[in-house]
């Protein structure tokens, strides 16, 4: 399988997105959507929910044991009229305003990351959470910041695993939404997976190096990373918006 130099860079994205999320249980899509879609917007949403999904496999696997999907379930049950929403939403939106809707959604995750909002992990926020992951996971392919605000106060460990249940569980009604719409072209899902390796080789990463990020949280290094990105992908979808007038 040859590789050319951009799906080398978007490699790369992945494992760096996959690493991250392996370690801190988010971080995937919100790394990684603005990036890939610099690169070639046709990856988002499909291709990243595609590959988050494969994440939450090797993620779920590699704990071995049951899948922790009690506590997520109203964040589970909120998600699918949530999917519906967003891919009725994506339906309506131009290639540059959905750039503008990414770049904005990242945006606004990295900042209410900063704790600005203390939620706790009850029944009535997990469910609020959850349908919003389903409308911004499937409009933008960034589902994971409303489920990191419920979740920032719980352990990492617990993190992990009932986010990659909540993951596993969704993420396939998000690109059922995607097919109705006829969004989800075989081509792009051709090049996810080109980019599976990357997941794999991610994952792989984060179980060699768990024991010391659990003692070093990266999570200031993602979100500003995440921001950049982010900003990025405003001033080009603005750029490409005014071009187009």
């Excluded at 891919?87 to 290639?95: A, D, F, I, K, R």
């Excluded at 990191?148 to 106060?153: K, S």
């Excluded at 290094?221 to 080009?236: D, E, H, Q």
């Amino acid at each position: 399988m040859s590789y050319s130099a951009l799906e080398c860079l978007a490699l790369l994205i992945v494992l760096g997105g996959c690493l991250v999320q392996a370690l801190l249980g988010i971080g995937f899509a919100l790394l990684a959507a603005p990036l890939l879609y610099l690169l070639d917007p046709g990856y988002v949403p499909g291709s990243v929910l595609l590959l988050g999904f494969l994440l939450a496999c090797c993620m779920l696997l590699g704990e071995r044991r049951a899948p922790a999907w009690r506590r997520p379930l109203p964040a589970i049950l909120a998600r699918l009229p949530g999917a519906w929403c967003g891919g009725l939403l994506l339906g309506l939106l131009p290639g540059a305003w959905l750039g503008l809707l990414l770049g904005a959604s990242v945006l606004l995750a990295v900042l209410s990351s900063y704790r600005w909002l203390a939620l706790r992990c009850s029944p009535r926020n997990l469910a609020i959470a959850g349908f919003c992951s389903g409308l911004m996971g499937t409009a933008t392919a960034v589902g994971g910041p409303p489920m990191a605000l419920v979740y920032q106060d719980r352990a990492a460990a617990e993190t992990r695993a009932e986010l990659a249940a909540f993951f596993l569980l969704t993420t396939p009604v998000s690109l059922l939404a995607l097919l109705y719409q006829g969004r989800l072209p075989l081509d792009h899902l051709l090049d996810s997976l080109k980019l599976a390796p990357g997941v794999l080789a991610g994952y792989g990463l984060a179980l060699a190096l768990r024991g010391r990020f659990d003692r070093h949280n990266p999570r200031r290094l993602l979100l500003l990373l995440a921001m950049l990105a982010a900003v990025g992908l405003l001033l080009l979808s603005l750029w490409r918006l005014a071009a187009q007038r």
